[in-house]
């Protein structure tokens, strides 16, 4: 049983954040990237320079179908799976959190001089089209929206624990 799903771009706190609450309650965690990474055999990053982007959504897609038919526990998912239809869809009936977090604070959190595929050229303009242009998606999916910024991991967790801990 999938106990919550967190959603957000990157820089939110989604892997930090979903392993605190994972300990809090008790349960399993699970993060989709990592699954990507096992399946490909090598990181998301040079799955994105050396396969494509769209070779990446397409295995973060089953990645995330199948940590959602089979986890029991806290999931994370990558900051863009929630472009892809199936996995909003798929998204339904489970408890969803959307992490949100200001431009100042992700780019704080990620730093400029970033790894992540995304970006890699001119980090803080990217990221602020990534978070404006993915905000309406994370705010529609949610169960509940949970503010990160100037807070501490465990806090966030503990939010959390408190909506949907069982």
């Not at 919550?4 to 706190?13: C, D, E, K, R, T």
């Not at 973060?60 to 806290?74: N, W, Y």
């Not at 994370?76 to 929630?82: D, E, F, N």
């Amino acid at each position: 049983m999938i106990h919550a799903v967190l959603i957000g771009p990157p820089g939110a706190g989604k892997s930090t954040v979903g392993r605190l609450l994972a300990d809090r309650l008790g349960v399993g965690y699970r993060d989709t990237d990592d699954d990507v990474e096992a399946v490909a055999g090598k990181p998301v990053g040079d799955i994105f320079v050396e396969d494509g982007e769209e070779r990446f959504r397409e295995l973060e897609a089953e990645a995330v179908r199948r940590a959602l038919a089979s986890h029991d526990g806290v999931l994370s998912l990558g900051g863009g799976a929630v472009l892809k239809e199936e996995t909003r869809r798929l998204l339904g009936g489970h408890p969803v959190v959307y992490l949100e977090v200001s431009l100042a604070q992700a780019v704080q959190r990620v730093g400029l001089a970033s790894a992540r595929p995304l970006l890699v050229l001119n980090p803080r303009s990217r990221l602020k089209k990534l978070l404006d242009e993915r905000r309406p998606v994370y705010e529609a999916l949610a169960k509940l929206t949970v503010k990160t910024d100037d807070r501490e991991p465990d806090d966030i967790a503990e939010e959390i624990a408190g909506v949907f801990g069982r």
